[in-house]
């Protein structure tokens, strides 16, 4: 199976010594295809650091654990992590890095979140907003906002449908501001994401054996009564689940939990939990007793207890 090699932002020059690269590696039996970055997720990102496009695909990237070959005139510059290469490297020198990069690339990471939801997963905590698009359909994701915005409810139902489809594209929306999205309809993107991932159930591959726990409570203002939701989002708040367990616990199917937590993580809400411990209550937090609570309120003084 081929590795597919994305470019964010590089100039045409060095996009051109890429290509040749990449025939290099294809010649001798290599299995690689190379294509322009669209938002899609792809084995190894090779981005332009000194380009916007190339900062934005990098922190998508990043965050998405895909691999990244990065490219950037100043050589002090810290990275958390990728590959450096210089820009002025030859075809063939770039041809040995990507094959030592495709050996060790994980293979076919992505095949069960396509599409939309794909590109979902590649978002979701970064804090960017995104065009995407679907042939007519076109909706953005506000990730900072945790909202999805469309022309029309119907364009938001459609985007639900069309989860899976492997034609979504997106393109970060590089200068945000509040007006342009006046007159759009807009969904949370907690309820989006459960509502479509609940549609495409059974298509979905189980996400994985790992515990699971949510780190913010999600947002259900499309439909509150959903009992389901609920209690999973309240299993998920308190504790580390499994997905088989989480679906025993909450008395819904394998299939309803698993893509529920598909969603949630997707949303940016669903975070893995390696810790077999129940986390600790911060006592500066924690509910102060009745009585104690009544004494502070009135400004009475509290009896003395002895150990």
Same mark, same amino acid.
């Given at each position: 199976?081929?590795?597919?090699? @994305? &470019?964010? #932002?590089?100039?045409?020059?060095?996009?051109?010594?890429?290509?040749?690269?990449?025939?290099?590696?294809?010649s001798s039996s290599t299995p690689v295809q190379l294509h322009k970055w669209d938002g899609k997720p792809c084995d190894i990102l090779v981005t332009d650091l000194d380009s916007e496009q190339g900062q934005v695909a990098y922190e998508m990237a990043i965050h998405g654990d895909t691999r990244v070959l990065f490219l950037s005139k100043d050589t002090h510059i810290e990275q958390p992590a990728g590959t450096r290469i210089d820009k002025h490297a030859t075809a063939s020198a770039i041809a040995k890095t990507l094959e030592n990069m495709v050996m060790t690339a994980p293979?076919?990471?992505?095949?069960?979140?396509? @599409? &939309?939801? #794909?590109i979902c997963l590649l978002q979701?905590?970064?804090?960017?907003?995104?065009?995407?698009?679907?042939?007519r359909i076109s909706v953005i994701l506000r990730d900072n906002g945790r909202r999805v915005y469309a022309s029309s409810r119907e364009e938001l139902e459609s985007a639900k449908?069309?989860?899976?489809?492997?034609?979504?594209?997106?393109?970060?929306?590089t200068a945000p501001c509040e007006h342009q999205y006046e007159g759009l309809v807009w969904e949370s993107l907690d309820s989006f994401l459960v509502a479509a991932c609940l549609r495409h159930r059974d298509k979905l591959a189980m996400i994985s054996d790992a515990t699971y726990r949510l780190s913010v409570w999600p947002d259900f203002v499309a439909f509150p009564d959903n009992r389901e939701a609920l209690r999973m989002s309240s299993a998920l708040y308190r504790k580390n689940w499994r997905v088989a367990e989480l679906a025993e616990h909450c008395g819904v199917s394998v299939a309803t939990a698993n893509a529920f937590c598909w969603a949630m993580q997707a949303s940016g809400a669903l975070r893995l939990d390696d810790s077999t411990e129940t986390p600790r209550v911060n006592q500066a937090n924690k509910p102060l007793p009745l009585v104690q609570r009544v004494v502070r309120h009135f400004g009475l003084k509290a009896p003395q207890t002895h150990a």
């Open positions: 199976m081929k590795v597919h090699i @994305g &470019l964010a #932002g590089l100039p045409y020059e060095i996009e051109l010594r890429f290509w040749l690269a990449c025939k290099l590696l294809m293979r076919n990471k992505h095949a069960a979140v396509d @599409g &939309l939801l #794909g979701g905590g970064n804090g960017h907003e995104v065009l995407t698009s679907n042939g449908q069309y989860l899976l489809d492997d034609a979504w594209a997106s393109i970060p929306v």
